[in-house]
């Protein structure tokens, strides 16, 4: 539609134009419940922006809002009712344009014809789906951005190509999925699965709000295969014996290596949330690292064992991190993706002689049982540090099956920092094995002069883990 200049209006001109126009021509407007209706958008209009096309978006929204509620005959109705009212509207200044006369670029056209709407009007319409999925379902950060994303790219799909909303057109766009995208490799299996579903899911609601119309042919375009039901107990623990050999092992890497092991195993932090770490986020003087990239959007902190804390000290101090860089950046000093970070822990893993398939997430059960039985701290610690939302998701971690409690984690970390520090149970202030293993430097010489995120001269704190000797 060409749009005219906006016309200056008071803040009750609509609504005196409509009381007006229904006097007037009051045969036209017998029906009580019509004129209800046309009352309400007049005071949509006054409380609209003071441009042609606010008030056009205006009557798009009271359109859409009354072919959900109204009959196929009552909306022709209201029809014939809003054209006669914009016309009159019109001829009195209010408006440059009757939009149900200049319909070409109008979502009116699309109402009028019982076509769907166009894909850039709906468009605007994924986040109020996305807020209706998170309110009836449990979804994490990262699966909504997932979902906006899909929904998104449909309809772009079809801007792109010129194409409304059909079963034409979601064949189109299904197909297009399983063919190469331009600059970019084929999507695998499961990503496509999880387009469809989102499409799906889309399609779904609107079709139940009314806000379009689909033959139920749609849905055999986007048919996915049923995935095997995720069994409870995914994740397996590592044992001692290969907690053991493989610190044994990443003892003799460089420090960058050690830390990429180290931190999901001993932090319990899934992959994207270590890849996020900056420089900034540990507290070196606290005993801490606070992970924000988590998988339900809510920050938490950890606890970070002494011997751990000092690595990280020392690495900090080799690469000469700021206070803003990551902890693992790429040759951009950006993080690294989460995908490069689990590619070099499963070469890690292999090359430490584990022979059974082993995961990031393993990591996360191993830091559960650790926690949990060997440092004995209860289920409702355990949630927390994990970062669940529900406790009967910790359960799945640790199991029901009761472990051995020893030897105490004092112990395995004091073992393990002899393997990764030379000579740690012999510092000045470790003269036990307690202090060892919670052993933190008095002085700013000792603390180091190269990261700004650890100066500090606060009194050395008590340590936030629970030793049980």
């Not at 809002?65 to 509207?89: E, R, W």
């Not at 995720?230 to 994740?235: D, E, G, L, V």
């Not at 996360?364 to 970062?387: P, S």
């Amino acid at each position: 539609m060409k749009l005219g200049t906006p016309v200056n209006h008071s803040q009750s001109r609509f609504q005196n134009l409509t009381q007006s126009c229904l006097t007037i021509w009051e045969r036209y407007f017998t029906d009580e419940e019509l004129r209800e209706h046309i009352h309400e958008l007049a005071r949509k209009l006054d409380c609209s922006a003071n441009t042609e096309q606010a008030r056009l978006d205006t009557l798009d929204s009271h359109l859409l809002g009354l072919k959900k509620h109204l009959s196929p005959t009552k909306f022709s109705q209201a029809l014939t009712a809003f054209t006669k009212l914009y016309q009159f509207f019109k001829e009195r200044g209010a408006l440059a344009n009757n939009p149900f006369v200049f319909t070409e670029d109008s979502l009116i056209k699309a109402i009028i014809t019982h076509q769907n709407p166009p894909p850039d009007v709906l468009k605007k319409g994924i986040q109020e789906h996305l807020d209706d999925r998170v309110s009836r379902r449990k979804l994490a950060v990262g699966s909504l951005s997932a979902y906006r994303s899909d929904l998104n790219q449909l309809f772009n799909y079809l801007i792109e190509n010129n194409l409304q909303l059909t079963v034409n057109a979601i064949e189109a766009y299904a197909i297009s999925l399983t063919q190469k995208q331009k600059g970019a490799t084929l999507f695998a299996e499961s990503t496509i699965a999880r387009k469809k579903n989102a499409v799906r899911a889309y399609l779904r609601d609107e079709i139940k709000r009314k806000n379009i119309e689909l033959d139920e042919e749609y849905q055999s375009h986007l048919i996915t295969s049923k995935k095997d039901k995720t069994p409870k107990n995914r994740h397996t623990s590592l044992n001692l014996e290969e907690v053991g050999r493989l610190i044994a092992y990443i003892a003799t890497l460089d420090p960058r290596s050690q830390l990429e092991i180290l931190l999901p195993l001993l932090l319990g932090a899934r992959a994207n949330e270590v890849v996020g770490i900056q420089v900034k986020h540990i507290n070196f003087i606290g005993g801490s690292i606070e992970l924000f990239k988590t998988k339900n959007g809510l920050p938490r902190t950890v606890p970070v064992p002494a011997f751990l804390e000092q690595i990280l000290k020392d690495y900090v101090k080799l690469l000469k991190l700021t206070h803003f860089d990551y902890l693992f950046p790429n040759i951009q000093r950006k993080a690294i993706s989460p995908k490069t970070l689990t590619e070099h822990i499963k070469v890690t893993i292999i090359a430490a002689g584990i022979k059974r398939p082993t995961t990031t997430h393993d990591f996360r059960a191993t830091y559960a049982n650790l926690q949990y039985y060997h440092n004995q701290i209860a289920l409702v610690e355990l949630q927390e540090l994990m970062g669940h939302e529900d406790i009967a998701t910790t359960l799945q971690y640790v199991g029901k099956k009761q472990q051995d409690r020893k030897p105490p984690l004092s112990q395995l970390y004091l073992d393990w920092s002899r393997l990764l520090i030379p000579n740690w149970s012999t510092k000045s202030h470790a003269s036990n094995e307690t202090t060892a293993l919670y052993y933190y430097p008095q002085t700013k010489e000792e603390i180091g002069s190269n990261n700004p995120a650890i100066l500090s001269g606060e009194p050395i704190r008590t340590s936030l883990f629970r030793v049980v000797k």
